[in-house]
């Protein structure tokens, strides 16, 4: 699908509306799309990918099928089983922060929707350009936080405030929220993400974007303030530079 297009786009939003009922749908599509984004600047077939948080391994096994040796780095079990019950193939159970990877072992290193869950993205970002080899590529997207998403399932009432938000939605569930912030979730934002990749000197931007938006995907991004409520979802494709 033609990226940015409003069909794209579209296909996205509906397959999203169905991630409850329906999450191999979801999930099978924002991987395939994923996929198709990091193509566009790096071949794949042959390549050693790093996906790192990669939860159920939706997108390592998209990038499998691509021909690409992808590995799926996740700390966490219960993300790990949580499609078949076991530990998928080609999983690592390991940190972003640490990852048992040498200095510039990946041609690519994918983190999709895993930045807003650490509390110190900087350091995560610094992993994921050390595993990588100059040339290679890195793919990083989150949900920033005054994203109309920003709360994730306690969205969009997390812009109120996150407790209020999440005492709103246990008392409209009956169950806790899965994320938390401060524990698994945090206010990470757009603008002092770009301005730290563009400090580094080991990496250069090849495209700053909203991840998921049909038209002005780069434009929106461009504005400081509006970024931060517009964008939805940041997404950085960079190059690994010679150090
Ligand atoms: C919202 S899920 C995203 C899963 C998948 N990448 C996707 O885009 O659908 C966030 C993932 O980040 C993982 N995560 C949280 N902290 C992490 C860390 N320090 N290092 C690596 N992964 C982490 C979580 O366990 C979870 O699987």
Known sequence: MKDPSLRRSLALFRAFRTEQSDPERFYGLLAQDAVDQVERHAPLAGSLVADVGGGAGHFTE????????????????????????????????????????????????????????????????????????????????????????????????????????????????????????????HRVHIGPVLRHVRRRADVEIISARSRYWPFLAEAVVRVPGLREIASWNLLLVMRRTSP
């Open 62 to 185: 998209a990038f499998r099928a691509r021909g690409a040796h992808a590995y799926l780095f996740e700390p966490d079990l219960a993300e790990l089983h949580a499609r078949t019950g076991r530990t998928p193939e080609h999983a690592v159970v390991a940190d972003g922060y640490w990852l048992p990877l040498a200095d510039g072992a990946v041609d690519v290193c994918f983190s999709s929707n895993v930045l807003e869950h650490v509390p110190d993205p900087e350091t995560f970002i610094s992993e994921m350009v050390r595993v990588t080899r100059p040339g290679g590529l890195l793919y990083l997207s989150y949900t920033n936080w005054l994203s109309p998403w920003g709360g994730h399932e306690t969205s969009p009432w997390h812009l109120l405030g996150a407790d209020r938000a999440r005492r709103r939605y246990r008392r409209r569930t009956g169950h806790n929220a899965k994320h938390s912030m401060g524990d698994n979730l």
